[in-house]
């Protein structure tokens, strides 16, 4: 609860499966009111919110006016916000020099959105509460780079900067802004790789596997519920494949 006894909410963008759907149910558990946004997910969406006593909103963050109409959905049934979770990301592999614009593109409006999405969480609650935290979720490859995803891992890396920069306009508002960067995670986007790259993949991990979306979500839920001193930093959580 709230200093003013209010229930805490919170939003996941991209919550319904994976990374995001785990960082739901941590936040759940820790109290929080979930706002679950999906683009496509519905039924997942409904389910898990049904499951944390949650509230499924589709929209699809590269879209303004999706954002728009989110804040306003979020305005309406909750009327305050306490953690943004900007996890929604899209990739598009392949050689840079055989991609299209509209490849590009369609990676890099995720990022405008979270940014467009983040200034209004900001404007329209966090700064009227004089509190709130703000986590993105970007990736080991925005500091490491990797052949095949120049735009994702551009994408990410600017996630990161957003992070650092932004902590400093908020510095005095009470508002923390950070970064987790999880390393190869064993989702359904990393199933999709085939069992040679999987080999490949574990035997540069230090700890010798993939994480697990709950192992992401535990390092959410300190920093919505805890990390007090911690902003504008990165978070990595890679089994030891970057260490910075």
Same mark, same amino acid.
């Given at each position: ?127 009227? %509460? ?40 908020? %510095? ?18 990393? %199933? ?53």
């Amino acid at each position: 609860m709230s200093e003013s006894g209010e229930a805490k909410w919170a939003l996941v963008t991209g919550g319904a499966k994976g990374i995001g759907a785990a960082c739901c149910r941590a936040l759940a558990k820790d109290g929080f009111k979930v706002i679950v946004n999906y683009r496509s997910s519905a039924a997942e969406a409904d389910a898990l919110a049904a499951e944390i006593g949650g509230v499924a909103v589709s929209g699809d963050v590269a879209s303004i006016e999706d954002d728009d109409a989110l804040i306003a959905k979020v305005k309406d049934v909750a009327g305050r916000l306490d953690v943004l979770v900007n996890n929604a990301g899209v990739n598009v592999n392949g050689p840079l020099m055989m991609m299209s614009i509209e490849d590009i593109d369609r990676v890099r409006n995720v990022t405008r959105g979270a940014l467009y999405l983040t200034k209004l969480v900001i404007r329209r609650f966090m700064f009227r %509460q004089k509190s709130g935290r703000i986590i993105n979720i970007s990736s080991v490859v925005g500091s490491t780079g990797n052949a095949g995803q120049v735009p994702y891992t551009m994408e990410k890396a600017g996630i990161d900067a957003m992070s650092r920069s932004l902590c400093l306009e908020l %510095q005095d508002r009470g508002i923390l802004v950070n970064s987790i960067a999880p390393g190869f995670i064993d989702t359904a986007m990393t %199933q999709e790789l085939t069992p040679e790259i999987r080999d490949y993949v574990v035997k540069q991990i230090p700890l010798a596997r993939m994480g697990t979306a709950d192992e992401v979500a535990e390092v959410v839920s300190f920093l919505a519920t805890k990390g007090s001193y911690i902003t504008g930093s990165v978070i990595h959580v890679n089994g030891g494949l970057f260490r910075n």
